[in-house]
């Protein structure tokens, strides 16, 4: 299944000629490479350093760290950086991985350090964290691949301001893809792929045992794909004691626990104030109930989303959504399709949707029918039917201000807004009597793309993205009137500008943003 629609380029070898020749290289970006010596400047790959280590050692606050593909000792962060100067460690290719641990059993550390970047590295068989973050505020880590970690791919504690995007996690062997713990507030964890994890694909922990307030509060979750997580238990989504939660354009789907569960167990109080929208949650057929609110995680907003439970075990207490008494307050759920299993009384009670509708939820909502009538093809592919009951089922009020789906697609493209994670794309106006060809390649767009930005003139068409080298949108444009894109919004590292149409791509180009 394509789970997120991005273009892919395929001209590493023009970047490793950028990189060797030395071009678009400024002070402070240092290179790591399997071939170096810690004798070594650093200062280019000719004269790269040896070890991860000496380079986490030897650098401050605005500096880069390159990393070439080959096997490494990972590293342990305890420099910071600052918000105009942030410290990054960015892989060059797709192979830059790190098999073998720190001094904390980690492959990466990063501990009372702030405004760090790790970029691209694949964080494999460490005996505890692929990544861990501890006391780190304001740091990202985007484009990882964790796998077949002991522990976690990604573990983070006491880490305010949080960008977790784009990473792989999988085969975490004990616990999860990605755990962020310890009070951390404003977590922001979009477009990433966790599967196949012992626990849950996403956990939030606030952990008041550990110190802090013992509450994350404000964390966004969204974008995210979630499957076959959750045979030892742990939903795709667990949140303890994570308060006004907004997750939307989620695909969760085959996940052997619950899909979302709101509750409190290590936190000092529960998950309150939860907005779900737009998500798809499809379980497996020994999955528990898709959306749970327990332990008085009051005040749930569930609207616009597809929460089917595939086991039709007419007896078994599993289904939709299950509110566990000192849930209720504050609830509310609609525009929502739903299997005839739902609770206000726990995970061990069940009535029927006519019945739920009684006590003022769902009223506008719809049993689900077959997967095979909702979804293109159920358990690989997830986008809507053209006929599909979740098209034009939603009702755009109760969309929290989600104007995209799960791969940018403007809500609504109907007459109302779509059930579930994605937006069901409408039909191009074709002329049906015209013979032969209508396109006519546009000319060269002015586009400039200078030191720290780029511009455009008016009048051009389509959108433009701006991506990684490996294909991974970063930056979705509005390109109808004349603008600009600064880079001061992007890591240093290489990047693609793309502009694209119905027709597919209409011209692109490669540059470097090197940092401040």
Known sequence: MKHLSIFRFHSLLFVVFLLASGQWCMAATKYVSNTGNNANSGNSLAQAWLTLQWAADHVGAGDSVWIANGTYVGFDMRTTGT??????????????????????????????????????????????????????????????????????????????????????????????????SNSSDRSIIRYNICHHNHGGGIQINADISQGGDGISTDPEIYGNVLYENGVGGGAAINLDGAQSAFIYNNLIYQNHATGIALFQQDAAAPSINATIVHNTIVSATDGRWCIIAVNGSLGAQIYNNIIIQTNTSPSLPRGSIALDPDAVSGFGSDYNIVINKLSKMGDGAFV????????????????????????????????????????????ISFSSGVA?????????????????????QGPLSIDTNHVGPTYVKKPEPHIVIGRESISWPEDLEGKM??????????????????????????????YAASIYDSNGIQWSRWFVWAGR
């Open 352 to 395: 029927t949707l006519s019945t739920w509708q009684t006590y003022g939820y769902d009223t506008h909502s719809i049993l689900a029918g077959p997967l095979a009538s909702i979804f293109v093809s159920p358990g690989s592919d997830y986008h809507l039917l053209t006929n599909s009951p979740a098209v034009n089922a939603g009702n």
């Open 83 to 180: 918000a105009t100067n942030p410290i990054v460690f960015i892989a060059i290719g797709n192979s830059a991985i790190i098999n073998l641990p720190t001094g904390t059993t980690d492959g990466i550390n990063v501990e009372d350090a702030d405004y760090i970047e790790i970029n691209g590295v694949r964080a494999i068989n460490l005996p505890r964290n692929g990544i861990r973050l501890v006391f780190a505020n304001h740091c990202i880590v985007r484009n990882t691949y964790c796998d077949h970690n002991q522990k976690r791919g990604i573990f983070t504690g006491f880490t305010d301001d949080l960008l977790l995007e784009y990473n792989e996690c999988l085969n975490s062997i004990d616990e999860h893809g990605i755990y962020v």
């Open 465 to 494: 993205n701006i991506m990684t080298v490996e294909g991974k949108v970063v930056a979705h444009l509005d390109i109808s009137s004349e603008g600009e894109y600064s880079f001061h919004e992007l890591i240093p590292g290489i």
């Open 404 to 424: 995209t789906d799960i791969e940018g697609t403007s809500r609504p493209q109907g007459g109302q807004v779509d059930m579930g994670a994605y937006e069901l």
